[in-house]
């Protein structure tokens, strides 16, 4: 039969793409000499975790090169798994990861980027910080980087990143290629469902139908580009459909007693920790008696009891939705206050060029090479 030779060429072909990817490590130990700190490619920089919240966030690179140079290694990986779950029977169980499980990052695999952002004749940070300084100091130009102007950046950055991603999803699951995803062509990642109970994707009844139909915005049945993004990202979405899914999701999420509304115990064990970490950011992560924090939120909670009956319908979530699913924003902003902090000489809340310059690793970071920690990292990038 056709398909038994179509089959053979794809095993052939699979165990070459292996045999190559699986290549043998160089060793980076004796290319990196000579380089007792290297820039790397991410910030080592973590968002404080929200209570409740599996969520992971990454933080976005500061440089679009390096968010160039992240975004092809991804790509890279994404293929590699791409291919290994559409054939899932040419992959070699037990070698390297368990299916279905993420594989780290390989050390090789970055090497051609990190040469180049070490090789200062290429990649020079103080030129780089001279040439982003004016792209980020815009509102208004005034020689100092505010928290907002660094915030909006990195806003920036993450949308171009996430929607990059969304493309790549795009492919994957339309498979008409006609340019939209329907529901039938649709079908969860088996990461999705292999991954832990604990995850947001799993809590939130991701995947569903609703879902789907919530974030197709024109009513259509298919999603095109805006509107799949949408479906991936709901918490950063303007649409007012996919945002009343979201509160119906929560009062179905915390609804413990199954009456279809939210009670204020059912509020206080669950949502309003979230806004209040929420307001408070990273500042206060440090957990206040119950017996102090029951008075904000009973406050809170009459405030958005519009009709006074003592519960909250999916309608009263709608005006901290925001809060409970942070958006690309509230990350950025989280990233832009720490930046600032680690950066800002002076104190006076502000960055200027000269700081900048001055703390290359805050923008770009980082590695120690074990054996020369105490080498100055200044002498080598001026
Ligand atoms: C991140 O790196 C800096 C130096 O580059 C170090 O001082 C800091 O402790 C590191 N933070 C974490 C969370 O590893
Ligand atoms: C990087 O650029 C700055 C300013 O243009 C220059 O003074 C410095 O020597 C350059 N560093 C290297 C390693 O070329
Ligand atoms: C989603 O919308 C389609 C029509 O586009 C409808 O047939 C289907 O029942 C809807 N599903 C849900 C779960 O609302
Ligand atoms: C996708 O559809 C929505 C809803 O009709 C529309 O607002 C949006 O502009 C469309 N996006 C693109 C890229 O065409
Ligand atoms: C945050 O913590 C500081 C110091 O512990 C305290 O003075 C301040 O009142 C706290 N802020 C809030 C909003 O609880
Ligand atoms: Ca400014
Ligand atoms: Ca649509």
């Known amino acids: ?21 699986s290549r043998s490590p160089t060793d980076h130990r004796s290319r990196s000499h000579g380089h007792p700190r290297r820039l790397k490619l991410r910030s080592n920089f973590t968002f404080q975790g929200r209570a409740n ?60 980027a990190e040469d180049y952002l070490n090789d200062e004749e290429k990649f020079n940070v103080t030129d780089r910080l001279v040439l982003l300084f004016p792209k980020i100091d815009v509102d208004p130009a005034n020689g100092y980087i505010t928290e907002q102007e660094l915030t909006e950046w990195n806003v920036q950055l993450a949308v171009k990143e996430v929607m990059h991603r969304t493309q790549r999803d795009m492919e994957l ?3 008409n290629k006609d340019g939209y995803v329907s529901f039938a062509e649709y079908e969860p990642p088996s990461w999705v469902l292999k991954s832990d109970q604990n995850s947001f994707a799993y809590n939130m009844g ?23 993004n949408d479906f991936l990202h709901p918490a950063d979405t303007k649409s007012p459909k996919l945002l009343q899914w979201l509160c119906k999701e929560e009062v179905r999420e915390r609804d413990s007693d199954k009456d279809g509304k939210v009670n204020f115990n059912e ?39 519009k009709d006074g009956d003592g519960y909250l319908t999916d309608q009263d979530l709608l005006a901290i939705i925001g809060k409970l699913h942070p958006s690309e924003r509230y990350y950025a902003k989280q990233q832009a206050e720490y930046i600032i902090s680690q950066a800002d000489k002076d104190k ?9 310059i001055d703390s290359p690793y805050v923008f770009y970071s980082a ?14 990038f001026r």
Not at 8 to 20: N, R, W
Not at 348 to 356: A, C, F, N, P, S
Not at 367 to 380: C, R
């Open 1 to 21: 039969m056709a398909n038994v030779s179509v089959l053979l060429t794809y095993v052939t072909l699979a165990v070459l793409l292996l045999l190559f990817l």
């Open 53 to 112: 919240s599996a969520r992971h966030h990454e933080p976005v690179p500061f440089d679009p090169i390096v968010a160039e140079m992240e975004r092809l290694r991804e790509d890279k990986q994404w293929e590699r798994r791409y291919f290994e779950e559409s054939h899932p029977e040419v992959v070699v169980h037990g070698e390297e990861s368990a299916p279905g499980e993420e594989k780290q990052p390989e050390w090789e695999d970055f090497m051609d």
């Open 173 to 175: 699951h339309d498979k």
């Open 206 to 228: 991701w995947w569903k139908e609703e879902h789907f139909n919530a974030s197709d915005a024109d009513g259509d049945g298919l999603l095109n580009i805006t509107e799949f």
């Open 267 to 305: 509020f206080f064990h669950g949502i309003f920790d979230l806004v209040r970490d929420y307001n408070e950011e990273h500042h206060n992560s440090s957990h206040g008696h119950e017996e102090t924090m029951e008075a904000p939120a009973r406050k809170l909670f009459s405030e958005l009891d």
């Open 348 to 356: 006076d809340g502000r960055l200027t060029l000269t700081e900048m």
């Open 367 to 380: 590695v120690f090479n074990d054996d020369e920690d105490d080498y100055d990292f200044h002498d080598e």
